[in-house]
């Protein structure tokens, strides 16, 4: 069973930086290395929405308007996934998910989450 493990949200003021890192101590660094990796956010009362992802061939997405204020960074060997965010805005406080995707089988896997919640 895939394990994965949040760690670094809080409580941030706006205009500042937050890494968030994700744990799969679960897997090991090969099996790991064939996930796409990504991270994902909901706010209250909001769907859970993409914000920023990197395949296994290394191709990254990122959902709306959020390319340059957040990126992704994958540690195969460490099996773990970071996310960067700068300049944080008010309307990015939300639980933050990681999330593995192997793309051969389409099964998905989720942390249980880490809220980060940005003062104005």
């Known amino acids: 069973q895939v394990q994965l493990v949040e760690s670094g949200g809080g409580l941030v003021q706006a205009g500042r930086s937050l890494t968030l890192s994700c744990a799969a101590a679960?897997?090991?660094?090969?099996?790991?290395?064939?996930?796409?990796v990504a991270w994902y956010r909901q706010a209250p009362g909001k769907q859970r929405e993409l914000v920023t992802g990197l395949s296994r061939g290394g191709a990254l997405s990122y959902g709306h308007s959020l390319r340059g204020r957040f990126s992704i960074s994958r540690n195969d060997l460490a099996q773990t996934i970071n996310l960067h965010g700068k300049v944080l805005k008010p309307e990015d406080t939300a639980v933050y998910y990681c999330?593995?995707?192997?793309?051969?089988?389409?099964?998905?896997?989720w942390g249980q989450g880490t809220q980060v919640t940005v003062s104005s």
């Open positions: 679960s897997l090991t660094a090969a099996t790991f290395s064939r996930f796409d």
């Open positions: 999330s593995l995707r192997d793309s051969t089988t389409s099964a998905e896997y």
